[in-house]
T-cell receptor
Framework: GQNIDQPTEMTATEGAIVQINCTYQ??????LFWYQQHAGEAPTFLSY????GLEEKGRFSSFLSRSKGYSYLLLKELQMKDSASYLC???????????FGTGTQLKVEL | DTGVSQNPRHKITKRGQNVTFRCDPI?????LYWYRQTLGQGPEFLTY????????KSRLLSDRFSAERPKGSFSTLEIQRTEQGDSAMYLC????????????FGEGSRLTVL
């Protein structure tokens, strides 16, 4: 994901809140996705933002600012099972394909 | 329908051999994608189909790579004359229109080229 930037690794404590940031190229923007990927498994969908603001879905929320080319994924009440890679992906190609960032490896500790 | 299925799940081959991977998408999905993923990286787009038409192919995909979706259902990805740099997880995904829905991934086919 040459135009998508997210931190490589983060560590957080069980029960805490963590925010994973993502910046992307604003030209040709069609939408922003977040996926979760556990080691050795397929990516699974978490959220989709196309308008500015916060989308809340249980313990997970995603925020988008189109003018700033910025999104974040917020994970609350962290659990050990949340240890995974979190992939930011931009809808590109006229809305026909997803371009992924390199992923943020989150480690949740006791 | 249980989701996107791929086979084989693992393939070990010697350099120079040809390999073929198959993907069966979710039945009502008209779009099918192939991605490649290496350790510590996000999925990298290779190609996608709408029904049987291959609409885009990444410049990263050399002439040794070819993909087909002959009847607009399952797809195959063939790699000819494999090289060690081809070792990766090959992920297939399917969807309806992405601006109204998500991309569903299969478990992937892991290729190791010796």
């Amino acid at each position: 994901g040459q135009n998508i930037d997210q931190p490589t690794e983060m560590t957080a404590t069980e029960g805490a809140i963590v925010q994973i940031n993502c910046t992307y190229q604003t030209s040709g923007f069609n939408g922003l996705f977040w996926y979760q990927q556990h080691a050795g498994e397929a990516p699974t969908f978490l959220s989709y933002n196309v308008l500015d603001g916060l989308e809340e879905k249980g313990r997970f929320s995603s925020f988008l600012s189109r003018s700033k080319g910025y999104s974040y994924l917020l994970l609350k009440e962290l659990q050990m099972k949340d240890s995974a890679s979190y992939l930011c992906a931009q809808l590109t190609g006229g809305g026909n394909k997803l371009t992924f960032g390199t992923g943020t490896q989150l480690k949740v500790e006791l | 329908d249980t989701g996107v299925s791929q086979n084989p799940r693992h393939k070990i081959t010697k350099r120079g051999q040809n390999v073929t991977f198959r993907c069966d998408p979710i039945s009502e999905h008209n779009r099918l994608y192939w991605y490649r993923q290496t350790l510590g990286q996000g999925p990298e787009f290779l190609t996608y189909f709408q029904n049987e038409a291959q609409l885009e192919k990444s410049r990263l995909l050399s002439d040794r790579f070819s993909a087909e979706r002959p009847k607009g259902s399952f797809s195959t990805l063939e790699i000819q004359r494999t090289e060690q740099g081809d070792s990766a997880m090959y992920l297939c995904a399917s969807s309806l229109a992405l601006n109204t829905g998500e991309l569903f991934f299969g478990e992937g086919s892991r290729l190791t080229v010796l």
